[in-house]
Structures are given as C-alpha cells and as structure tokens.
C-alpha cells in the first residue's frame, strides 16, 4: 500500500509538492513507515510567502475585532477536532495520549488568549507633551511572519505565534518538523474549514532548504523558532543579518533541586512526570535532579521505585505512561548518552537500554534511566540529552545547588521543591533560569504569560504567547501631532 | 486493566455510557417494558449529557501540569459484560438496568474521588453520578 503524501497549505488551497526530495513520517512505537513529506522547495516557500504578502494589506485593514472573531470560529473548529489532532499526534510524535491532549489544549488556549486583541494590542497616548502637541504611539501590523517548529511539541509551538501574528493583522507561513508533520497537516485541515482570506495562514513542508528559503526571503519581516541551541543560534545570527525580528529558542538542561523539607510524597507524581514525561524530550524536562543534604538518601530509592513503574508502550494506548522517542536515530543518540556515563564513572542505577515491550518490538523505546553519583563536569551533566535520562548530583546546600544551576549555558527553566519560603525566595532571586517551578515539575507558562529561556537557551528579546508577544508582532507608529 | 490516568479514568467513563446506552435502546423497543419508555428517553437524554459533559472534561482540563498517575484503580470492578447481549426478557432487563446503575454510579463516586485533586474533574465526575443516582432510584419502583 502507498504511503499518504503530505501536501502543502498554500494561498488558501492544498497543493502537491513539485520536490522529488522526500522524507518518511514514522509510528514511533511500532517502527512502522506512516507518510511521505515533501522537502519542498525555494520556490515553493516563496510562493507561500508571495500569497501571506499579496494578502496582508486587506487583511491588515481588517477591523481587530473581525480579525478575532475568525479565532472564535478557529477555536471551534479546533475543538471539534480535538481527540482527532490528538491522536494524529501521538502516532506520529509517539507521546502518550494525555500529554497529546494537553498539547492540543495548550494550542487552543493560545488562540483564546489571542482574541483579547482589543485590549492587548493597544498603544498608548499624551496630550501637551509640548504647548499644544499631542503624542500617541500606535502598535502597526509589519506583514509576513513564520515559524520553524520543532518536533517534540508539533501542535503547540506555531501557535505560541500564529494567532497573536494574525490577530495583530499580519499574515503567517508555518514550518512543520519534517518528522511530525501529519499533525499541523491536521491543524490546518481545520484552519481551511474556517475560511480565513486566502493567503493569510500558509503552511510549507520541508527541511534545511525552506528554513534557509526562509531566512533568506527579504518579505518575512519575523521568525520565531523553537529547537536545538546551535540551531536556535544560527536562526538569530542569520535573522540578524537579513535585518528580521528573531525569537529563537534553543536547548535546555532543566535543574530540579529536592530539599530536605520537601514533602516527598506529595512531590513523587510530578518529579516522574517532569523527568520523563514525553520520554524527557520537552524543553522543560527535569533532567538533573538535585536532592539536598540527607534528602539524598530518602528521595532515590523512591524516584527509582517509581520510575520502574511507569508503563512504557503506544502512546495512543489510555494506559501508556510514557511512549516511544521519536526515531531509530534519536534512540541511538540517548544510548550513546548512556554509554557515555557508565564511561565516565556514573553510577547507573537504573538502565533503560533493553527496554523491550509487549507487542511492539520495533518500535523507538528507551526506559527510564537513572545515573546517581554524577558531578556537574560529566558529560551526561552537561549536554543536553533529551530523552528519559536522569542524572542524580547531591548537593550539600542550596548554594551548591544555585552554583550549579548559574554555571551551565543552558537556562531555561528550574524547579524546588521546598516547604521552606526563604529557600524559595532565594531560589527564585538568584537563578539563572527564566521559567521556576516551585513545588512544580514542569514549570510552563500558559498561554497568558510570556514562554522562554535565557542564557543559551533563548536568542532575541520578546518570548513567546504572553502580553510581551503582540510587540513582536507590531511596530509602534509614534505620531506626534499640532493643529496649527 | 489499570486507570492510571486522567484521559484513562474519563475514557472509560465514555466507555461506560455508550455501553448503557445501547442496551437502554433495546429496552425501548421492547413490546414488554412499554412502561417504562419514559424512563427509558429520560435515561438516554441524561446519558447524552453526560457523554457531552465528559468529553469536554477530557478537552479541556488536561495539561501538563497535571499529567500525574493514578494508584490503585482498575476497570475490572466496574466491566458491565453487556456487548451484544439480546435479552427479551422483562425482570432479566430490569435487573441488568439496575446493575447499569449501580455500577455507573460506583465508578463516578470512586472517579471524583481519586481525582479530588482536579476540582473542576471531580465535579464533572460528581455530576455525573448524580444522573445515574436518579436512575437507579427510578428503577428501584420496580
């Protein structure tokens, strides 16, 4: 049987790729070969881009509040195909099926929050701010933007930006992961059925070629971009160079520090869910934990005994706690990480290498792995692992801990988990990282507050969703005004 | 099998008033129980509801946040076994629909409780029982 080939978005209408150059979409847990995605190419994306420009002048003149009421109707269509997008997405992404509905509900929150245009997209005014001159400064729409998307989160990142983009009046074209395409292909076949203007929201399959396509295109005034740090720095270097707003979001190595007051009960639940929940490739995966002082002794004989029982298997099954990682590749990559601290004197505690499952002996598995006795220089402490892959380093205090987390580039987000209010004011005061949980595992910001990192984690200035990101997508006019 | 999660305890509670419903419909169009037709449309409309009120909570109380597993709870106590029954026989249906109920309204209550840590979830699940309550309550007149 011939495998689906996926098309692109273009100009309102579906559209074949002309591209000979094609990639094969995955089941992750079964190892099965479920789709064909074109690398389309340059010209593909500036057609694409060609349709989001012709499109942008009426659409920019488009009342705000008209603008929003195509949300309204986006977020409908969205949720009359919700358990659909969702369960596209964990056959492709290989996630379990809950997380796969969180996802989809994070997309659609972000839509919501975007139909506060009204309120949220407003400048500002002075009267007299000389004899008789007035002076207001008015947020404009500026025209194409796009986003390159990553393949851990295929529903939710393009719109952490596309709807404040259109909501703000300027036109949009999405690049999907080449590796988990079939969801956005999904998303937009709810997009068509809302009958936005054509050329308003575009979406281009592809890989290296479309990025550079995009980056290169002098009518893409913006890109926003989730992935990889070299990545995300060679997004921000290149935007910078071709004169275009950049948010670029890059890697992460997550720090989640346990304290000896800490209620471990209560805490167990989300410790396993932040560690290896989407089978540790989020950007905000615990991925060292940190127990302080005798809390050591308590916490990994239990995080040990809960992570065996995670139940491994098809995301799409109710009863997966953790599903597949997303390719052949990807999996070798985690083992060689593995490899690389037994080499390095780690005590593996907890191998996950022979992770074997029922029925699905294929498929991209690797289990829970914990490595105790690891010190901040090993490899394994350092680089970014994405995959279920603990590293245990004992602290003697909270300073070890704030030392630790402020001497890495990445800088994304860090946990405590404390009863104790000095240690989190602290905690919260002096590190690095942008996004802190406190007694929370996985510290995301929702769709009202603003999403990103610092340090090498995070390249450009405004963040993603939040208040902050309708400046990304506006310029303000200042119009500075006499009557004579 | 194991309800070790959130999409896990509200899918099979979908499970559960597909399944009721379905047998309700056999019951309706059975020349014998035509007293209790409409108990019948009643326990259809309210299985309806609460399919609608179920998915949303599915849809729309999940995040990451609170993707945390649930100990201790399974479908084996709670299977009803009535795929593709055919029974004609007024009191075997009667007791069965009791049985429904029972069940329904057992799972919802131990439901609520295991998700007491999602508000918005357990009220859902408390509605819920609360429609099966009535039901049983009605078939218990006969």
């Known amino acids: 049987m011939s495998l689906p080939v996926l098309k692109n978005y273009i100009n309102g209408e579906w559209a074949l790729s002309q591209s000979k150059d094609l990639g094969d979409v995955w089941y992750p847990a079964t190892g099965e070969k479920i789709a064909t995605v074109p690398y389309s190419t340059k010209n593909e994306l500036d057609q694409a881009v060609k349709a989001a420009k012709d499109a942008y002048w009426e659409w920019r003149c488009t009342p705000a509040l008209s603008r929003a009421r195509y949300l309204f109707r986006l977020k409908e269509s969205f949720e009359d195909s919700f358990e659909d997008i969702a369960r596209t997405l964990s056959r492709e992404q290989g996630k379990a099926i809950d997380e796969s509905r969180g996802e989809v509900r994070r997309m659609i929150e972000n839509v919501e929050h975007a139909t506060g245009v009204t309120t949220l997209m407003t400048g500002y005014s002075m009267e007299d701010i000389a004899k008789n001159i ?351 | 099998m194991l309800l070790n999660n959130f999409g896990g305890v509200l899918s099979f509670a979908l499970e559960l008033e597909d399944q009721s419903r379905q047998f309700y419909e056999q019951i309706g169009q059975n020349q014998e129980c035509s007293d209790l037709m409409s108990y019948m449309n009643q326990f259809d409309k309210d299985s309806q509801k609460n399919t609608k009120l179920l998915k949303l909570t599915r849809q729309e109380n999940v995040t990451e946040m609170i993707l945390e597993a649930i100990n201790d709870f399974t479908r084996a106590p709670f299977l009803l076994n009535i795929n593709g029954m055919s029974v004609s026989d007024r009191s075997t249906m009667l007791s069965i629909a009791k049985k429904i109920e029972e069940t329904c309204e057992s799972y919802y209550r131990q439901a609520a409780e295991k998700m007491r840590g999602l508000p918005e979830v357990a009220q859902s699940l408390k509605t819920a029982e609360k429609r099966r309550t009535a039901h049983r309550q009605a078939l218990n007149e006969f």
Request: charged letters at 20%; proline letters at 7%; hydrophobic letters at 40%.
């Open chain 1, 134 to 484: 007035d002076c207001t400064a008015e947020p404009q729409p500026m025209g194409v933007f796009g986003c390159i998307a990553p393949y851990n989160f295929p529903a939710m990142v393009p719109w952490w930006f596309l709807p404040y983009a259109v909501v703000c009046g300027n036109t949009y074209v999405v690049k999907p992961s080449e590796q988990v395409p079939m969801t956005q292909t999904r998303i937009f076949e709810a997009v068509d059925e809302v009958g936005f203007p054509e050329g308003v929201i575009n979406m281009v399959h592809g890989s290296r070629d479309v990025v550079n396509a995009m980056l290169d295109n002098p009518d893409i005034e913006g890109i926003s971009f989730v992935g990889s740090t070299p990545t995300a720095k060679y997004i921000y270097q290149r935007c910078g160079e071709t004169g275009k707003r950049v948010q670029s979001m890059g890697g992460a190595k997550n720090i989640v520090a346990i304290m000896p007051d800490a209620d471990l009960e209560k805490a167990m639940p989300s410790l396993i869910t932040s560690f290896f929940g989407c089978s540790g490739q989020r950007c905000l995966s615990g991925s060292i934990l940190m127990p302080v002082g005798d809390m050591a002794d308590k916490i990994i004989p239990a995080f040990k005994a809960a992570a065996e029982k995670l139940i491994i298997g098809d995301g799409l099954a109710e009863t997966t706690g953790m599903g597949a990682v997303i390719s052949q590749a990807h999996k070798e990559r985690i083992l060689g990480y593995i490899e690389t601290g037994i080499e390095e004197n780690a005590d593996l505690i907890l191998d996950g290498r022979d992770c074997s499952v029922p029925d699905l002996p294929n498929g991209f598995f690797v289990g829970p792995t914990i490595f105790d006795s690891v010190t901040p220089q090993m490899t394994i402490a350092k680089e970014e692992i994405f995959g279920p892959v603990v590293s245990i380093i004992r602290a003697k205090d909270l300073d070890e801990v704030i030392n630790v987390i402020n001497t890495r580039g990445f800088a994304n987000a860090a946990c405590i988990y404390t009863s104790d209010g000095p240690s989190v004011r602290k905690f919260k005061y002096r590190v690095k990282p942008a996004m802190i949980g406190v007694n929370i595992g996985i510290a995301a910001p929702m769709s009202f507050f603003p999403f990103g990192g610092a340090g090498d984690s995070m390249f450009g200035d405004i963040k993603g969703h939040g208040r902050e990101v309708f400046q990304f997508f506006t310029d303000k006019k200042v119009v500075i005004q006499r009557w004579l």
